[in-house]
């Protein structure tokens, strides 16, 4: 059964470009009710495997960043 909602002009455009991206990704016409459905299906962590674009050298200071925070943490027991 069709119900009609309202949605900002903002939302309604975030929606249609989810859809677009869906398309490319599944090649196939994507409805924005399908896009709507994603947004709410559970996911799994690797699901954003290759969507964080970075440089080599933003790369290297994220992990020397993560090393200095590494040797700071200290594990306490109960």
Do not use: Q
Request: charged share 35%; hydrophobic share 35%; glycine share 6%.
């Amino acid at each position: 059964m069709p119900i009609s909602i309202k949605i900002s002009e903002e939302n309604y455009r975030r929606l249609c470009a989810l859809s677009g991206r869906l398309r490319e990704k599944l090649h196939k016409p994507v409805s924005i009710n399908e896009a709507i459905s994603f947004l709410y299906k559970k996911r799994k962590i690797s699901d954003l495997a290759g969507t964080w674009k970075m440089s080599a050298r933003e790369s290297e200071e994220f992990m020397a960043g993560l090393r200095e925070g590494w040797k700071k943490w200290k594990i306490g027991s109960a």
